[in-house]
């Protein structure tokens, strides 16, 4: 009889290290939208290394979509590759210093190859002017606004990071 209860406890201790594996260990890699300075996860969007996506604003002042280029890194850094603007002013960059090439196609400012890297990126939805979205996929099919995920004026922090199942399910997924 005590060899049976020594034998139930050491597989009811098993099963609960696997269940804690499972639940907790992250394995998951997404863009993470945390609350401005702390680990609480607003929402997130599953993406992989190489994946880009899009932060398109309404600029405050001119009324015209920004358009921000970016890419996952392997090392789960955020590489802003472009950035797309209709006037050229107050707020806007005249060109990259650190080695982009200044453009103007189609009517629209573009500042491309640009290769800054960041470990994350610090963003407020729009107050004023609460026209944030964001925008992923293949050919940019998918995109939504922030104000469906986010108060306006609210503060954040990007960053990609690997989720646990956990995660997962207690966190808000972004989604079309």
Do not use: C
Not at 81 to 106: C, L, Q, R, S
Not at 113 to 119: A, H, K, L, Q, T
Request: negative net charge.
């Amino acid at each position: 009889m005590q060899r049976f209860l020594k034998r139930r406890f050491i597989i009811s201790i098993l099963l609960l290290i696997v269940l804690s594996i499972i639940l907790f260990f992250p394995f998951r890699t997404a863009l993470v939208f945390y609350q401005e300075n702390t680990n609480h996860i607003e929402a997130y969007l599953p993406i992989e290394e190489g994946d880009s996506f899009q932060i398109i604003f309404t600029h405050s002042i001119h009324l015209t979509d920004v358009t921000e280029i970016y890419e996952v890194l392997s090392d789960q850094s955020i590489k802003q590759n472009e950035i797309i603007y209709e006037h050229y002013g107050i707020g806007m960059p005249a060109n990259d210093t650190e080695g982009g090439t200044f453009v103007y196609e189609d009517g629209k400012y573009h500042i491309k190859d640009m290769n800054r890297i960041f470990p994350y990126i610090n963003l407020r939805n729009g107050k004023t002017v609460p026209r944030h979205r964001l925008v992923w996929g293949e050919r940019a099919e998918h995109m939504v606004w922030f104000n469906d995920y986010f108060q306006p004026g609210a503060r954040f922090t990007i960053r990609v990071d690997k989720l646990s199942l956990w995660q997962y399910l207690k966190g808000v997924k972004i989604h079309e």
